[in-house]
């Protein structure tokens, strides 16, 4: 299921992408937290270009957002549904508990 952040403005990913993931680098880098960011998003989402501006933004910040946190999977075909959070959310956990 997509998403994007709303930290900079409302859909701020799709509207802002390069802004929001500058914000989300500032958090990060002033973090003492470690991070892990899965993104899942499915190519037929009505909101599919809210997540998918925002993470091409985050994957040219690579001091900040690299393949050792940020991941991004797509399900080919898969709508703003259950049927897309279940698998989303399966694969996703694969990755983060491996």
């Known amino acids: ?7 900079v403005q409302t859909y701020g ?10 914000r989300l680098k500032q958090i990060a ?5 470690d991070f892990y960011i899965c993104q899942t998003n499915g190519t037929n989402d009505a909101v599919f270009s809210q997540p998918d501006n925002q993470m091409k933004a985050m994957f040219k910040l690579t001091d900040t957002f690299n393949s ?25 956990l694969q990755r983060v508990f491996k």
């Not at 299921?1 to 930290?7: C, F, H, K, V």
């Not at 880098?29 to 937290?33: E, K, P, Q």
């Open 68 to 92: 050792s946190n940020l991941i991004y999977l797509m399900r080919e075909g898969g709508y703003h549904d259950m049927d897309s959070v279940v698998e989303c959310t399966y694969n996703g």
């Open 29 to 33: 880098d002033n973090s003492n937290y």
């Open 1 to 7: 299921m997509s998403g994007d952040s709303w930290i």
């Open 13 to 22: 990913g799709r509207e802002e992408p390069e802004e929001t993931a500058n």
